[in-house]
Every structure is written in structure tokens, then in C-alpha cells.
């Protein structure tokens, strides 16, 4: 069974990078640039992990977070947040939100393939 990847990212190159090096490894992939259909794509979709930016437009990375956690048909879909906020605290408060992952921007491949295949195993 392929695994169903969600890449959240409102970033083009970014989004098309995540997506692209996905694809590559055998993954079937749903981009979304607008924070404000993340559950109904994800509904739709049924992903077995979301690849979720924090810094989103309209709506923050950590709300989608929390509202995918308490979400009863996609509350035990893993999230890998992977984002430019790397201050201290900020992974904590990312974790407390239900990240189950977390990887700074910039992200290399070979850390984020990892990661991914850790949660899609």
C-alpha cells in the first residue's frame, strides 16, 4: 500500500521540493499552500503523515496542529513539523501542540527522508 504524504508549506520552491523528493522515494503526495483547507484536504486525503510549515499564512502552523490532534478521524495522523522557527523553546512548544516530529529549515534530504520513513514504517 503506498503511503499518502500531506505537505503543508506555503513556500513554492519549498512545497515543490518536499513534494518532488517524496514522489521520488515512492510516495504518494497532496501539496497544500493555503492553511485554511488543511482539514478537509487531510479528510479527503487521508494521509498517513502531514509535513506541516509553522509559519503559514492566515492560520498558524501550531493551530493546525491542534486541530488535526483533536480531530477524531485524523487525531492519530502524525505530524512532522519542519520549520524556520528554531529558537530555544520553540520545538517544546511545537511538541505541546502534537507534533510528534520536528526538523529545522534549512532541511537536508537525507535527515528529512529519515524522519519521514520513521513515521510512515
Known sequence: ME??????????????LFC???KANGFVVEP???????LETAHNF???????????P???GLELIEALKNDVGLAATP???VTAYAGT?????????GAEGYLAKPVSIGPFLTA???FVA
Open 3 to 16: 503511503k499518502r504524504i500531506l505537505v503543508v508549506e506555503d513556500n513554492d520552491l519549498n512545497r515543490k
Open 20 to 22: 518532488d523528493v517524496l
Open 32 to 38: 497544500a499552500a493555503d492553511g485554511k483547507r488543511v
Open 46 to 56: 487521508k494521509p498517513h503523515l502531514v509535513i506541516m510549515d509553522i509559519q503559514l
Open 58 to 60: 492566515h492560520v498558524s
Open 79 to 81: 505530524v512532522l513539523a
Open 89 to 97: 523553546g520553540d520545538e517544546q512548544r511545537i511538541r505541546d501542540a
Open 116 to 118: 519521514v520513513r520513521t
